[in-house]
């Protein structure tokens, strides 16, 4: 199975700060890599997939870039809304496995 | 919009099988677009995923719980269920189940609100 490692596990941000989340596969996965926003007790929500495509809806401050074995999550200017965990997901192979996960806190 | 809710028992006995069902409602499951997943997460812990279904019955596991797993589809209700036999407390987890589209990069949109499904005696 593919290995997503995210880092870091947990981090603390103040509103309107420039927050970025790293996803690295434990091999290539090109950009078949999906992001999804998990609020406490919901279910998660995806954001981003292939690597760098908005799902309809999801506010422009939400970023997704690279490939290979490195991808990154930005969110331009925090809101109060996206304290929440995020998870990315490779879908290269089966079966599709996912990070473990990074915890955005209120500072 | 699309909809989808699980339902079935929140506690299970080790051992026994675990069965939950989920009803996809605001389209249709027969979609030749889309699979259908059930992916599950441990309190506390990373999500999982476990299998997914075409329309046509055509199935995928996840190979390490491949042999406990049964997944099903019942076009005539829009719905598809999980079994899993033999259960431990590992496998005390929310479980959720997920529309998945496999064009470009295969991915959960939308997803069930979950349901706790704890393993005890």
């Known amino acids: 199975d593919i290995q997503m490692t995210q880092s870091p596990s947990s981090l603390s941000a103040s509103v309107g700060d420039r927050v970025t989340i790293t996803c690295r596969a434990s091999?290539?996965?090109?950009?078949?890599l999906n992001w999804y926003q998990q609020k406490p007790g919901k279910a998660p929500k995806l954001l981003i997939y292939?690597?760098?495509s908005l799902q309809s809806g999801v506010p422009s401050r939400f970023r997704g870039s690279g490939s290979g074995t490195d991808f990154t999550l930005t969110i331009s200017s925090l809101q109060r809304e996206d304290f929440a965990t995020y998870h990315c997901?490779?879908?290269?192979?089966?079966?599709?496995?996912f990070g473990q996960g990074t915890k955005v806190e209120i500072k | 919009q699309l909809q989808l809710q699980e339902s079935g028992p929140g506690l299970v006995k080790p051992s026994e099988t675990l069965s939950l069902t989920c009803t996809v409602s605001?389209?249709?499951?027969?979609?030749?677009?889309?699979?259908w997943g059930w992916i599950r997460q441990p309190p506390g812990k990373g999500l999982e995923w476990i299998g997914s279904?075409?329309?046509?019955?055509?199935?995928f596991y996840n190979p390490s719980l491949k042999s406990r797993v049964t997944i099903s589809v019942d076009t005539s209700k829009n719905q598809f269920s999980l079994r899993l036999s033999s259960v431990t407390a590992a496998d005390t987890a929310v479980y959720y189940c997920?529309?998945?589209?496999?064009?470009?990069?295969?991915?959960?949109?939308?997803w069930g609100q979950g349901t706790l499904v704890t393993v005890s005696s």
């Open positions: 997920a529309r998945r589209l496999e064009y470009l990069s295969a991915r959960f949109d939308p």
């Open positions: 605001g389209g249709s499951i027969s979609s030749a677009t889309y699979y």
């Open positions: 279904i075409f329309y046509s019955g055509k199935t």
């Open positions: 091999q290539s996965i090109s950009t078949y």
């Open positions: 292939a690597a760098s």
């Open positions: 997901q490779q879908s290269y192979s089966s079966p599709g496995t």
